[in-house]
């Protein structure tokens, strides 16, 4: 893959070295109206940093004014601190109700607090996922309701929606902050929109030079073959924040992708050490093993990823595989068989499942299997 019409890690190693860590004073204001738009001018040029700190202060100041509280809860919810951030939307909502008398509609704010509320307690997620569109809908100049709706969408895994959504966001609100950056990025990733993500990793970590967002641009340079700049910020990374297991991980994920397989195993290693029961590095690891063939040791690996990831049928699967390979069918088989419980539906699964089942004389298991593999999606 080749990077089209982008200027790669011009200047990236120097943006990185060094990690802002902004406290603005709050510019002297007349009203809360005018701190909501000064504040809203700040984040809609990018620099959500300064944006977060003149909410703390404004919020404060100005506590009946629930548009500045929408858009701290909404900041904080945007890094993914899904505990700090639900007491600031019940706020919202506890102060909506308090001054409601009568049968009231919802405010634009208390709507998008409850329908966040409930997709992330996972009460009612759809429900609250259908509020914050037809909030965006009534409200298309917002950026507030879309930026929360794009948020939504990567919590659901409505990956296609919430790179909609971000675009919009961006078309009316550029250029945007770093975090709206960020997530969009993540969700390009997964649709493989990689020239696109490229262009928003590379202005994520220029308006916000962190681990985080030098990580994410790794793990895409990565993906364009850029094994020697990614491998660099890599580095970086983890000589900047080396307690975090993820970013070891990610390390070895890209030392894996280059063929640099030792150094992989050490990063997983280290990623390991920091937290035992981490799944992701165990499995990786495990991969590595099986491909070199080393099918009792790679088990062993999987067998730790299945433990501390019991719902992963893909985990599961691949534990069937390495036993399968060395020669222990009847565990195989049971391995296969609690992958097809927890989803995976596929026809390599099913073949192994029909192969094994015909191996093991089970005649009755495997003509359902045989059955289950032609009506399988590949």
Same mark, same amino acid.
């Given at each position: ?39 809203? *001018?700040?984040? =809609? ?14 919020? +404060? =100041? ?78 298309? *100049? ?21 790179? %909609?959504?971000? +675009? ?14 960020? %997530? ?31 990580? !994410? ?8 073959? +850029? ?24 390390? !070895? ?6 063929? +640099? ?41 999987? *067998? ?22 060395? !020669? ?14 927890? !989803? ?35």
């Amino acid at each position: 893959m080749k990077i089209q019409n982008v200027s790669i890690l011009c200047s990236v190693a120097v943006i990185i070295t060094t990690i802002n860590v902004c406290s603005p004073v709050a510019a002297k204001t007349t009203s809360d109206v005018v701190a909501y738009k000064n504040t809203l *001018s700040v984040w =809609k040029n990018g620099n959500q940093r300064k944006a977060e700190a003149l909410l703390d202060e404004y919020a +404060r =100041k100005y506590p009946a004014n629930q548009k500045i509280a929408l858009f701290q809860a909404v900041c904080v919810r945007s890094r993914f601190n899904v505990d700090a951030a639900a007491p600031l939307f019940i706020e919202v909502l506890s102060r909506e109700k308090a001054r409601q008398k009568g049968a009231v509609k919802y405010s634009l704010q208390a709507q998008c607090a409850l329908a966040m509320l409930a997709i992330d307690s996972r009460r009612s997620p759809e429900t609250g996922f259908k509020v914050l569109n037809d909030v965006v809908q009534q409200n298309p *100049s917002d950026p507030i309701p879309i930026w929360l709706l794009a948020i939504a969408c990567r919590t659901l895994k409505h990956n296609q929606e919430g790179v %909609t959504a971000y +675009r919009k966001l961006l078309k009316i609100a550029p250029p945007g902050s770093s975090m709206v950056h960020q %997530t969009f990025a993540n969700m390009l990733d997964e649709l493989d929109l990689d020239e696109e993500s490229l262009k928003s990793r590379m202005i994520a970590v220029r308006l916000e030079p962190a681990p985080w967002s030098a990580d !994410g641009l790794a793990l895409t340079l990565a993906k364009f073959k +850029r094994y020697d700049d990614a491998i660099g910020l890599h580095q970086k990374v983890v000589g900047m924040a080396p307690s975090v297991p993820n970013y070891w991980n990610n390390f !070895g994920t890209t030392l894996n992708a280059s063929g +640099r397989k030792a150094e992989a195993i050490a990063a997983y290693e280290r990623a390991i050490e920091i937290r035992p029961n981490y799944a992701s590095p165990w499995y990786n690891w495990g991969l590595i093993l099986h491909e070199q063939k080393k099918y009792v040791e790679a088990a062993e690996k999987f *067998s730790h990823a299945v433990e501390f990831a019991a719902g992963n049928s893909h985990y599961w699967v691949w534990w069937g595989n390495s036993l399968h390979d060395a !020669g222990n069918s009847k565990e195989a088989y049971e391995k296969y068989q609690q992958a097809e419980s927890l !989803g995976a539906n596929d026809k390599l699964t099913y073949n192994m499942l029909y192969i094994l089942a015909k191996d093991l004389g089970l005649t009755e298991e495997e003509a359902i299997y045989a059955e289950k593999w032609r009506a399988a999606k590949p």
